[in-house]
């Protein structure tokens, strides 16, 4: 399998200077991994690294665009110093994005940030919600019509264990393999979910392909264990980027992972022809949005 990790050895949040070669490597679904791009945490916020720190009643910590933190224990002034340094992460997360693509800058959509400082490998959970399954991110009750979904890591165990993903084949191949098992679109079941407010806004088909993508992978235990993948360990003081709704990825274990999603239109890329949108409808030659 071609290689879908690129290695970039930078170790400012800013570099200077667009590189094109690790643009076109992200917008080919590859993962860009920094080993050297560590956040730090100061001394007082160590005592965050515990799984304490979430409200027992929710998984992960999130910080909204409008900079009201979600999900945390603690009295106000420890939520206000989860909530600066959740705050610095999207900061420093955003300055990397807008150094290494700066076409990108102004159309980009902040989603909320989120600490998660629960235990990958111990969660039980249902198929679908799996992500110890390799899949391609989509999300069953926001439509985003091909929107990209653009996603920044980074890993923060204190105890120097790795996050251990799993990166599988690309786009055109998963979408080759799983579009001819695809339940077909129905235009009245798309209504039906919107108005029973199941989703936020009608399905598209594009939608409706990308959940179908998802299932078919989580649901293949086949597909798992033998398509083309390779395992990597994030280590601590790492950052990696990758669009996760284009790159076949998994989370097997680690714990402690702070991340930024942004989302941007697909013609803002530097070439709309590489996003899942663009590969979807060339496979199945009808518009899809
Ligand atoms: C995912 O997007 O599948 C989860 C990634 C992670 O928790 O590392
Ligand atoms: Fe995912």
Redesign the pocket.
Known sequence: MEQQILEIDISNWQPTGANTEWIAALEAGKVLYFPRLAFALNTAEQRFLTPDARDPKTRNISLDAAGKLKGAAGDATAQAEMAAMVGRFREQARTLINAILPRYSASLRLAPTSY?PMQ?ETRAQSWRAD?RRM?V?AFPSRPNYGERILRV?TNLNPEGLP?V?RVGEPFEQVAQRFLPRAKPYIRWQAKALNFLHVTKSLRSEYDHLMLQLHDGMKSDLDYQRNAGQVTMPFPPGSVWVCF?DQTS???MS?QF?MEQTLHLPVARQYDPDASPLAILTRLTGRALV
């Open positions: 998660r990958v992500d899949h991110d890591f996050r993903w996760s990825h998994a989370v680690g992972m």
